[in-house]
């Protein structure tokens, strides 16, 4: 959904007014920029790009509306007749940790108040959708999956004729759940290294031909959909792996080579450096008599 004016194009990207300039100027084409996280001097400004993209897509990219009708125009006529411009902003939502158990299509919990007479001090209240428990069966990874979803979520599913394509075509945004963002790592894996179906190479090339869009190299498909201690985790044990070797254990590790092969003639040198010391010890007059 496009943007209709300036503070709801700055809130769709999440660019801060406080932000450097050369910084702001980045954000247009690459607003996760925008997030402290990946900020220079921060830990995962080391992560790849691609990693980047996909959290600011996760959270910050805009969500289709599920809890409200968005406005399709500018102003709107009040009742009084005075012409008003619209702020078409999103609902805000809450992501309690049972949503990212289950795969709810969208929806979320909302906080909001009730108040029933005018006289009457208004009360909170929250707005939960109606779950239920379903199996799904994934043909990418060959087994069956239960999850918790809501009524919207089927629908999404059947609309999408499946649930692989409904993981896979959905926008993270939308998908909302860590849950769901796993399966489609998993998904995006199996794609990437061809692990589908061992025992069965023709339904595994029917498979690869028939998700062959979705395939992305194997070093992205690992970095997708971690969240960010995930992400902090697998970045620490990248660094280990390349962290260089100090000199001393290169240079004991190459004199344990030298004296594996050339055991013979350092074996040598030793008697012939014990016989010259003995005759040495015959002429020396100082030396001690047994």
């Known amino acids: 959904m496009a ?37 220079p001097g921060s830990y995962l400004s080391k992560a790849p790009e691609h990693y980047k993209k996909f959290y600011w897509d996760w959270k910050r990219a805009p969500r289709t509306p599920v809890h409200y009708i968005p406005e399709t125009a500018n102003w709107k006529k009040l009742p009084t007749g005075e012409v008003q411009q619209v702020e078409d902003l999103p609902i805000p939502l809450m992501e309690p940790k049972e949503l990212h158990q289950g795969i709810w299509g ?9 108040k029933r007479k005018e006289t009457i001090r208004r009360t909170p209240r929250f707005w939960v959708p109606t779950l239920q428990s379903t199996v799904f069966y994934s043909e990418i990874l060959d087994k069956h999956i239960n999850v918790v979803v809501t009524k919207r979520t089927l629908r999404l599913v059947d609309e ?14 939308d998908l909302m759940s860590e849950l769901a963002l796993k399966i489609r790592r998993e998904m995006y894996l199996a794609l990437a290294r061809g ?9 595994r090339e029917e498979v690869l031909e028939k998700y062959r869009e979705y395939m992305i190299p194997e070093e992205e498909a690992e970095w997708f959909g971690l969240n960010i201690k995930e992400a902090i985790i697998k970045l620490k044990i990248l660094e280990e792996d390349v962290k260089p070797v100090p000199l001393k254990h290169a240079f004991r590790k190459e004199f344990l080579e030298y004296l594996k092969n050339n055991k013979e003639e350092i074996l040598e040198e030793e008697k012939e450096k014990s016989s010259s010391s003995s005759w040495l010890a015959s002429v020396n007059p100082f030396a001690k008599k047994e």
Do not use: C
């Open 3 to 39: 943007a209709k004016f300036p503070l709801q194009a700055a809130y769709q990207v999440g660019i801060s007014a406080k932000l450097p300039v050369e910084l702001a100027a980045k954000a247009l084409t690459q607003p996760w920029l925008t997030m402290k996280i990946f900020q």
């Open 106 to 114: 969208g929806e979320a919990v909302i906080k909001g108040f009730r």
């Open 160 to 173: 999408h004729y499946g649930f692989d394509n409904y993981i896979l075509k959905t926008p993270p945004a």
């Open 195 to 203: 692990t589908l179906y061992p025992d069965n190479p023709s339904k």
